[in-house]
């Protein structure tokens, strides 16, 4: 049984299989719902989302599965009524996978304990797997290669999407430039596989990428002060020069990017977000083989 917690452990050539598997069934759809026909993914979840949540659900539907929306803020979990093993042992025998978005990871790695079917993350504090496959695909399509680019990351450099850009990318030959207020330097265990800068300034990147700096977990109390924190993060113009620009979303403008930026030409944020059906579509073939 292959849970998808976090790329970190994954290999090379795991993280490329998904990756081509995303832009396979991007160019062929109707091939790949044999395994998924009749399969009930459970979607437990903690925190908003649009993309991950109708990608993994429209990816179940469109291959003649069942996704049942299940918010945690309903479930006697949050009541304090009973355990998230409880939980996870009595959806496991219902459905055929779990989605979890979360906050934090080990909650994910106990509801893969106790789970007889795979589990997905579909966010937590500390990884996005999901998101980072999708933009591989994207990269991939757009370049022709992974091999021998570079992406350059400002903002908030420890969060879930740098992390899992970090675990993965320098794996599949994308040099990865982080620039981040000392403060929001990502892990150290993670440092020895990028270049990490604490005062932003202008590189030669393939790709600009960047989040939001005010994160679904972060405390509101805490947004005023990271705004000032990453205001000199902000992706502009001058900072793009001829970089194609990523975006995870959901995006502020106004804060780490202008309107200019991500309305502009070089912004391919919503062909990134777009192919997030086919790489969610990936993962659960994947987790179901
Ligand atoms: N990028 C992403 O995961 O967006 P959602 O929070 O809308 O799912
Ligand atoms: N870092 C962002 C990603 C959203 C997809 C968050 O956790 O809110």
Same mark, same amino acid.
């Given at each position: ?21 995303s ?7 109707? !091939?790949y %719902?044999?395994?998924? +026909? =009749? @399969?009930?993914?459970?979607m437990?979840?903690? #925190?908003?989302?649009? *993309? ?20 945690? !803020?309903? %479930?006697?979990?949050? +009541? =304090? @009524? ?6 996870? #042992?009595?959806?496991? *025998? ?92 990502p ?46 993060f902000q ?55």
């Open positions: 049984m292959k849970h998808f917690l976090s790329l970190k452990n994954l290999s090379e050539k795991e993280i490329l299989e998904l990756v081509n598997s832009l396979r069934i991007k160019k062929f759809p109707k !091939l %719902s044999k395994k998924v +026909k =009749g @399969k009930t993914m459970l437990m979840f903690e #925190k908003p989302s649009l *993309r991950t949540r109708l990608s993994l659900e429209i990816a179940m539907n469109q291959m003649h599965g069942n996704a049942i929306y299940y918010s945690l !803020l309903d %479930s006697p979990l949050s +009541k =304090g @009524k009973e355990t998230i093993e409880d939980t996870t #042992k009595v959806i496991s *025998r219902y459905c055929d996978l779990i989605a979890a978005r979360v906050y934090e990871q080990e909650e994910l790695q106990k509801i893969a304990k106790n789970s007889r079917i795979p589990v997905i993350n579909a966010l937590s504090n500390t990884d996005h797997p999901c998101q980072v496959i999708g933009d591989l695909a994207t990269i991939k399509e757009k370049f022709g290669k992974l091999k021998g680019l570079t992406l350059a990351y400002y903002g908030d450099g420890n969060s879930n999407v740098i992390n899992s850009l970090i675990h993965a990318l320098p794996k599949v030959g994308i040099n990865v430039h982080v620039f981040a207020p000392k403060k929001y330097f892990d150290k265990k993670l440092w020895k596989n990028i270049n990490l800068e604490d005062k932003p300034r202008k590189i030669k990147a393939d790709i600009i990428y960047t989040d939001t700096w005010l994160s679904y977990h972060v405390k509101k109390s805490e947004y005023s002060s990271r705004i000032k924190i990453f205001k000199k992706v502009g113009k001058e900072l793009l020069g001829k970089a194609l620009f990523m975006h995870c979303l959901p995006a502020k403008r106004g804060y780490e990017v202008t309107s200019e930026v991500i309305d502009g030409k070089q912004s391919i944020v919503f062909d990134q977000a777009g192919n997030r059906l086919f790489s969610a579509k990936a993962v659960i073939l994947w987790c179901l083989k």
